[in-house]
């Protein structure tokens, strides 16, 4: 009897004109809407639209959200510390261009 393998490939939006709704975030970052919900209050993520149900997020915040991810998966980093080590990661970027 032979084995089937599927291969799944995850396509990553690479600038701001991506937009993913809540539900798309979740999704492609393994996470559940609470927990981008933390990160929107806490001012990790900065999505667009006045709603939750409207909210859209850009290609930024979807990079923003796993680097969030692994930095409380690997490091225990509470959400403030995350949104302080997201907003020194975007200054740092700033200052080598």
């Known amino acids: 009897m032979k084995k089937s393998m599927t291969t799944i ?3 990553i939006p690479l600038d701001d004109r991506a937009s ?3 539900s ?5 970052c393994n996470v559940h809407a609470e927990y981008v919900m933390e990160l929107v209050a806490e001012g990790a993520l900065d999505p667009s639209g006045s709603r939750t149900r409207d909210w859209r997020f850009s290609g930024t915040c979807l990079r923003r959200t796993r680097i969030a991810v692994t930095l409380q998966r690997d490091l225990h980093v509470n959400v403030a510390g995350i949104a302080l080590a997201l907003d020194l990661l975007d200054q740092l970027e700033q ?3």
């Open 9 to 11: 490939i995850k396509g």
């Open 95 to 97: 200052f080598r261009s």
């Open 24 to 28: 798309e975030l979740c999704q492609a």
């Open 20 to 22: 993913l709704t809540l």
